[in-house]
């Protein structure tokens, strides 16, 4: 079993729900040698996060965005954190609430992704910025 471990730089891109999936793979060519393994995928921030869903549609995307927006609002009076912005603490709540890492299963070279399976950016501030990604694989070659 053969461990791998790289670091992935995102460019800045605004508030919302952005595929990733492309770019990350562009990023990994080391998940061609792996015949059976696992890719696992941490950001290293606290106002974004990572999850998988569709890939295809983006209404999906925009969807997932405005439920957020709803489920977890800006300006509300019992916030205490807001030094960076209306959007500050609703951005470390969404990141907890979706998670700071995601696990993929690598068959014979690819990602074993659903058919309309993507990995997902969650940006959560307007201004979020260039974010950082901590990409381990394990697996055989």
Known sequence: MNWFQKE??????????????NE???????????KKGILNIFIK????????NEN????????????????IPENISYYDH???GPDDIPAHIKASV??????????????NLGTWQGIYLCEHR?????????ATIFGEE
């Open 8 to 21: 992935i730089r995102l460019e800045a891109r605004r508030r919302g729900f952005h595929i990733i999936t």
């Open 24 to 34: 990350v793979v562009n990023q990994l060519p080391e998940i061609k040698k792996i």
């Open 45 to 52: 921030h606290s106002s974004a996060s990572l999850t998988i």
């Open 56 to 71: 295809v549609s983006p209404d999906v995307r925009s969807d997932m965005e405005k439920h957020f927006n709803k489920m």
């Open 82 to 84: 807001n030094s960076e």
């Open 98 to 111: 979706l998670g700071s890492s995601i696990s993929i299963p690598i068959t014979n070279g690819d990602l």
């Open 126 to 134: 307007n201004n979020g910025g260039i974010r950082k990604l901590v």
